[in-house]
């Protein structure tokens, strides 16, 4: 089993930033593709962006250029660095992981004020 958990969400006004990061422990053996999901109040699960074992990074429309994806294999650590903060961006953000099967975080609250 791997256990992902989200951190760094928050209040944030329009405009700012915020960074979360999601953290893979338990009995990983190799963790391939990583994404950040979030679910907007009244809309679905929708993809925010994706990036694989090798640094390929795939972003949705809404996010480009203001948000960027990275990961530290070494720390089994996504990061999530959010830049000029949308009041549409609210949400709660959940983590993926792909290691021989698919796992989720919890998630985290990302509030952004107009």
């Known amino acids: 089993q791997v256990q992902l958990v989200e951190s760094g969400g928050g209040l944030v006004q329009a405009g700012g930033s915020l960074r979360l990061a999601c953290a893979a422990s338990?009995?990983?053996?190799?963790?391939?593709?990583m994404s950040w999901y979030r679910r907007a109040p009244g809309k679905q699960h929708e993809l925010v962006a994706r990036?694989?074992?090798?640094?390929?990074?795939i972003y949705a429309d809404f996010v480009k250029g203001r948000f960027t994806i990275s990961r530290d294999n070494a720390k089994n650590t996504m990061y999530l660095q959010m830049n000029s903060l949308k009041s549409e961006d609210t949400g709660v953000y959940y983590c993926?992981?792909?290691?021989?099967?698919?796992?989720w975080g919890q998630g985290t609250q990302v509030t952004v004020s107009s």
């Open positions: 993926s992981a792909f290691d021989r099967g698919t796992y």
């Open positions: 990036i694989t074992g090798g640094g390929t990074t």
């Open positions: 338990g009995s990983i053996f190799r963790i391939d593709v």
